[in-house]
């Protein structure tokens, strides 16, 4: 944080994650993109699809809250991996599968995991604007990616979005997601029951996506 060049708590932040002894992810390569002329519909994106099956709610009873994070950024790789490999009309099932995964992922962070790390430790202010920044990056990413119809623009757009990705799992996963281990009990239990259960309310949009909001004073969590 004391980096002379960084007077913003959010560019201190990121330097200390990206400074000269961390070297940056490079985005994954990509293959063939999914039949041409088809957008993602409203009927594709059906949110139901991104609901625990009991296979994960009995991973999660195992798991560490950071393990059950880190295990949704994988499942959301995978899909997006197996779209841009190229093929048939199942592997785009599964990408649209993984953009459903992926709003919800950024729901349950916004609104439980973050307020409940904020409440924890206020000093982690910084980071969690950060996140929330490039929250509203993916967001942007997943609404252009879901509504071209254009066969080589949307996998530009999944190579963008699994460039996106790879910096912000990146961040989270070494600096936000360790930091439930430090959760009170209560707390730890609450915000794993929601991750195993809840499902992303119709039209939920994330919070710097819907308007810039001034930094907060009052106690409340970073928006």
Known sequence: ?????????????????????????????????????????GAQRDDSQTAPTRRQEAAMEIESLAETLEREHHEVDAGIAAFTAGSPAM???????????????????????????YQADRALVAPLSVMLREHAQLWETLAVLEAEPDARAALAHCRRLTSQLLHHNLKEEKIIYPRTGDLPPAAADRLRAVLATAGLPDGWVCTRARAATPPTTDGAAPH
């Open 1 to 41: 944080y004391s980096h002379p060049k960084c007077a913003d708590p959010e560019a201190r932040w990121e330097w200390v994650c990206y400074g000269s002894a961390h070297s940056k992810p490079t985005p994954m390569t990509a293959g063939m993109p999914r039949p041409a002329g088809q957008a993602l519909t």
């Open 91 to 117: 592997d785009r099932d599964r990408l649209v599968r993984a953009i459903c995964a992926l709003r919800r992922h950024i729901y349950l962070e916004e609104e439980y995991v973050f307020p409940l790390l």
